[in-house]
């Protein structure tokens, strides 16, 4: 099993920055991709941003230019700069753990961002 910790979230001003973290423990044998998704009440969750091992990222349309997704070992981060109010949501981890060909997927417990003045 892997646990996924979260942190970086808080209140924040339109055209603010945050930058989340999260850190995988546990039993890990070999980390894929990494993302952050986000979740606001009664809509699914939706993508944010991904990385790959080789460093290949991708992004929403929305916060193209203005997000920034790294990795490090077993943590991963979201560099949120020139955040604007429809970025408030539950920002939630994602880790894929390979084993033998076979694709784990883990998620952490959130956490929330929220922009207003």
């Known amino acids: 099993q892997v646990q996924l910790v979260e942190s970086g979230g808080g209140l924040v001003q339109p055209g603010g920055s945050l930058r989340l973290s999260c850190a995988a423990s546990?039993?890990?044998?070999?980390?894929?991709?990494m993302g952050w998704y986000r979740q606001t009440p009664g809509k699914e969750r939706e993508l944010v941003a991904t990385?790959?091992?080789?460093?290949t990222r991708n992004y929403v349309d929305s916060v193209k230019s203005r997000f920034t997704i790294s990795r490090d070992n077993a943590k991963v981060y979201l560099q949120m700069n020139d955040l604007k109010p429809e970025d408030t949501a539950v920002y939630y981890c994602?880790?894929?753990?390979?084993?033998?060909?076979?694709?784990?997927?883990?998620w952490g417990r959130g956490t929330q961002v929220t922009v207003s003045s």
């Open positions: 990385i790959t091992k080789a460093l």
């Open positions: 546990g039993r890990i044998f070999s980390i894929g991709v």
């Open positions: 994602n880790v894929e753990d390979w084993h033998y060909g076979v694709k784990y997927d883990y």
